[in-house]
């Protein structure tokens, strides 16, 4: 396929179909940090098993990068102005291999647990990185538009690819999945010679000059508390799958069927996905309390039918509903949020989103331990919530669009 990137003027390029390949590659990234180990992790409880917290700490080694992923998000902006883009790109990347390779040698978890901080503090930079890029290289809304989009496709599509993957790769034992970090090596060599770094002298884009405005808390307030909330309900079946089906009878070395069926509920999130670009016109008020109904009916499916059958339905059936939820959440969070405060405002929703991912194995070990152990009724419990916010968002959401609309027509 030919590179479109040419000289369009002493000192500027133009990106191309090269430059989007790399960049919607290297969003892959923070993707496999996230959900190519969740076929394993009943391997890890069994490997780690008698170490004190074991039960909460083995399912953190998936989820502390996103803890680190919701620290710097705030910040990322920061940070890559300050070091440059390429550089900061091509030096992540390199790590983020070291770091996610290291567990295959390493035989404590707590040494486990810190190469994984290491993951998450390269995929914060690897996913700010590759968003202002695609940002820095393409100046007209319509294609702008269109890379920003693909990103969320392709990074919701490569989950779904790196669960197999991770699935197949587990049945030679826990460490071999780690290896399969080297693709960001693979992928950083042609970025040194593709990519470039942005001049400064650009001035096509008008919003560097625009002055800083207040973050606007008030508008935010609601959005970032639901992001907090989705994260949390968004990961329970990513990470709590592997043991469910172990609970139902799959054995935990059998990585193939826990990660066929990850795979395959990683595609209905990918579908969901899909279904939203479709159906956006309907709106975050009716979108959001479907996307939390969706995710409580998987749950429900889990908690009371049971079995592998039980668990596999439930899981796809949430994955749409997680699929649905997160492009709606977005949305709805930076519908109001005017263009100077976007960059601040994405980054907030962001670190709220993650963080609730962080929070979900000691969510999901509180309520485990709450009800005695059963873990089909603790995701039964968060079902339940799921439902409620369901409820409370769908009278909301609905109520104050009302009181807007009769604001305007007061004042008209």
């Known amino acids: 396929m030919a590179n ?7 000192g500027t390029r133009r990106a191309g179909v090269l430059q989007a390949e790399l960049l ?3 969003s892959c990234m923070p993707v496999l940090g996230s959900v190519l180990l969740t076929p394993i992790l009943p391997q890890l409880s069994a490997e780690f098993g008698g170490v004190p917290g074991g039960e909460i700490l083995v399912p953190l080694v998936v989820a502390i990068p996103a803890l680190m992923i919701a620290l710097f998000a705030p910040f990322a902006g920061q940070i890559v102005d300050s070091l440059g ?3 900061l790109l091509i030096v992540a990347m390199f790590v983020y291999t070291l770091v996610g390779i290291a567990p295959a040698f390493l035989d404590t978890l707590p040494a486990i647990l810190a190469t994984r901080v290491g993951v998450g503090i390269t995929e914060a930079a690897i996913m700010t990185v590759c968003t202002t890029l695609i940002v820095d290289y393409w100046h007209e809304p319509e294609r702008r538009a269109k890379y920003l989009a693909l990103q969320t496709i392709v990074t919701t599509l490569a989950a779904t690819a790196f669960i197999a993957i991770g699935g197949a790769a587990g049945a030679a034992g826990w460490r071999t999945p780690f290896w399969i970090y080297l693709a960001a090596a693979i992928i950083a060599v042609p970025m040194i010679f593709l990519l470039w770094e942005p001049s400064r002298a650009d001035t096509t884009d ?5 002055p800083k405005v207040p973050i606007p808390w008030r508008r935010l307030a609601l959005p970032l508390i639901v992001g907090l909330f989705g994260g949390f309900t968004f990961y329970v079946l990513i990470i709590e799958g592997g043991y469910l ?4 009878g799959v054995a935990p070395t059998d990585t193939p069927t826990i990660g066929g069926i990850a795979a395959v509920a990683s595609l209905a999130t990918a579908a969901g996905g899909f279904t939203f670009t479709r159906i956006a016109k309907v709106g975050p008020k009716r979108l959001l309390p479907a996307a939390f109904a969706l995710q409580a009916a998987g749950m429900f499916l ?3 039918v049971g079995g592998v059958p039980g668990v596999a339905a439930g899981a796809i059936v949430g994955g749409a509903g997680s699929g649905l939820l997160l492009p709606t959440m977005l949305t709805w969070a930076l519908a109001s949020i005017r263009f100077e405060e976007r960059g601040r405002a994405t980054g907030l929703w962001t670190a709220s989103f993650f963080f609730g991912q962080f929070l979900t194995p000691i969510l999901m070990g509180a309520i485990t331990a709450a009800v005695g152990g ?3 009724v603790a995701v039964g419990v968060v079902g339940i919530t799921c439902a409620v916010a369901a409820f409370l968002l769908g009278f909301g959401l609905r109520r104050s669009a009302t ?5 305007v027509t007061a004042t008209a």
């Open 85 to 87: 883009r390429k550089k």
């Open 374 to 376: 059963a873990l089909p």
């Open 302 to 304: 889990i908690w009371l």
């Open 403 to 407: 009181t807007q609309v009769d604001e």
């Open 206 to 210: 008008e919003h560097v000059r625009a």
């Open 245 to 248: 089906l172990v609970g139902a």
């Open 4 to 10: 479109t990137s040419v000289q369009t003027a002493p």
């Open 24 to 26: 919607l590659a290297g």
